[in-house]
């Protein structure tokens, strides 16, 4: 199916490439044309939060007890040493161990 | 658009750029394992090794390409084009936002410099990114380290998934599909600022469990994003 259509495939390659640039820079670009206000400056600081709460609270819901216990272990981690390295290493071992045991 | 004598445009280091590859070592085992996974869905939907990397180094987008490649059409029309682009941008919507918040930073920096780092935007190394600019660092070239490490092993690690195949195990033995989420919530840790900053994140994660219910797939994001965004607007006041 590739092989047979070459130039599909790098048809289709192009119109992806360019539609995940065009997102990357489309909002900063955008942005540019506004001033940015104070409002407008705060509801930008809020979105790293926003985003992060958005990818991670279905996840919870879907994946239960294990992502739960795994991200509770990497948050607390967080809070008490400070360390991106030890909060990852501490989420994904408390996984691992959720997994063995079946949840 | 600004009518102020514009502030002087921040330098670009090789040390910032460093520190921005060291900064993101603690994910990348989850982003090889994630890229992995991609090259053993091309092997086997039948992609040539040469194919894969072609998408994964030109398109440098996780979610995306996974999607696509789970519906990748049988026949390369223009209208099934058009149909995979359309997911692509979908999927891709939220870096409208993730952009938007780099211009206060960027815009005094040089558009030659801007918009090529912004090639290498992904969630991981713009969180990072913010972090370190609220710890009071000012150079840009930390975004673009941040950016090319994940991208030169994104684009790498699909070659061992390719060849491996279904041999490279199941990632939720190891945990590592829960590394970016971990990551992230070490990032919302480092993200408190009280209690009244935070509602706008319940209700960002509120809206995304009602969107991820109503409408499924990737809405979810968008609309918890936004709504975070618009109530962390007004909620000092």
């Given at each position: 199916m590739?092989?047979?259509?070459?130039?599909?495939?790098?048809?289709?390659?192009?119109?992806?490439?360019?539609?995940?640039?065009?997102?990357?820079?489309?909002?900063?670009?955008?942005?540019?044309?506004?001033r940015?206000?104070?409002?407008?400056?705060?509801?930008?600081?809020?979105?790293p939060?926003?985003?992060?709460?958005?990818?991670?609270?279905?996840?919870?819901?879907?994946?239960?007890?294990?992502?739960?216990?795994?991200?509770?272990?990497?948050?607390?981690?967080?809070?008490?040493?400070?360390n991106?390295?030890?909060?990852?290493?501490?989420?994904?071992?408390?996984?691992?161990?959720?997994?063995?045991?079946?949840? | 658009?600004?009518?102020?004598?514009?502030?002087?445009?921040?330098?670009?280091?090789?040390?910032?750029?460093?520190?921005?590859?060291?900064?993101?070592?603690?994910?990348?085992?989850?982003?090889?394992?994630?890229?992995?996974?991609?090259?053993?869905?091309?092997?086997?939907?039948?992609?040539s090794?040469?194919?894969?990397?072609l998408?994964?180094?030109?398109?440098?987008?996780?979610?995306?390409?996974?999607?696509?490649?789970?519906?990748?059409?049988?026949?390369?029309?223009?209208?099934?084009?058009?149909?995979?682009?359309?997911?692509?941008?979908?999927?891709?919507?939220?870096?409208?936002?993730?952009?938007?918040?780099?211009?206060?930073?960027?815009?005094?920096?040089?558009?030659?410099?801007?918009?090529?780092?912004?090639?290498?935007?992904?969630?991981?190394?713009?969180?990072?990114?913010?972090?370190?600019?609220?710890?009071?660092?000012?150079?840009?070239?930390?975004?673009?380290?941040?950016?090319?490490?994940?991208?030169?092993?994104w684009?790498?690690?699909?070659?061992?998934?390719?060849?491996?195949?279904?041999a490279?195990?199941?990632?939720?033995?190891?945990?590592?599909?829960?590394?970016?989420?971990a990551f992230?919530?070490?990032?919302?840790?480092?993200?408190?600022?009280?209690?009244?900053?935070?509602?706008?994140?319940?209700?960002?994660?509120?809206?995304?469990?009602?969107?991820?219910?109503?409408?499924?797939?990737?809405?979810?994001?968008?609309?918890?994003?936004?709504?975070?965004?618009?109530?962390?607007?007004?909620?000092?006041?």
């Open positions: 590739i092989d047979s259509d070459p130039l599909g495939f790098i048809a289709a390659l192009a119109a992806m490439t360019v539609t995940v640039y065009l997102s990357r820079a489309g909002g900063y670009w955008l942005i540019g044309r506004f940015i206000g104070p409002r407008l400056r705060r509801m930008l600081d809020a979105l939060g926003a985003i992060i709460a958005s990818a991670l609270a279905p996840l919870l819901l879907h994946d239960g007890g294990r992502a739960g216990l795994a991200l509770g272990a990497a948050a607390a981690t967080m809070v008490i040493l400070r991106d390295f030890a909060a990852v290493l501490a989420g994904v071992a408390v996984a691992a161990a959720a997994f063995a045991l079946g949840l | 658009m600004t009518h102020q004598t514009p502030p002087a445009s921040p330098r670009w280091t090789l040390d910032a750029f460093r520190h921005g590859v060291w900064s993101m070592l603690p994910l990348l085992p989850g982003l090889a394992a994630f890229g992995m996974a991609f090259g053993t869905v091309t092997a086997r939907k039948g992609f090794l040469l194919d894969t990397l998408m994964t180094g030109s398109v440098f987008a996780g979610m995306a390409q996974m999607i696509v490649m789970d519906n990748w059409p049988a026949r390369l029309t223009v209208a099934a084009i058009a149909g995979t682009a359309a997911i692509t941008a979908l999927v891709n919507l939220r870096f409208l936002l993730i952009g938007a918040t780099l211009r206060p930073w960027l815009e005094t920096s040089p558009s030659l410099k801007v918009y090529p780092t912004l090639f290498f935007l992904t969630e991981p190394n713009w969180l990072l990114s913010m972090r370190y600019r609220s710890d009071g660092g000012n150079d840009p070239a930390f975004l673009l380290g941040s950016g090319v490490i994940v991208y030169v092993v684009v790498l690690s699909a070659v061992p998934g390719y060849w491996l195949g279904a490279v195990g199941d990632p939720h033995a190891f945990g590592l599909d829960l590394v970016v989420p992230f919530m070490a990032m919302l840790v480092t993200l408190w600022r009280g209690k009244r900053p935070a509602i706008a994140w319940l209700v960002s994660g509120g809206v995304a469990i009602a969107a991820d219910w109503l409408f499924g797939s990737f809405w979810y994001l968008i609309a918890g994003a936004l709504a975070g965004g618009i109530v962390g607007g007004f909620v000092d006041d």
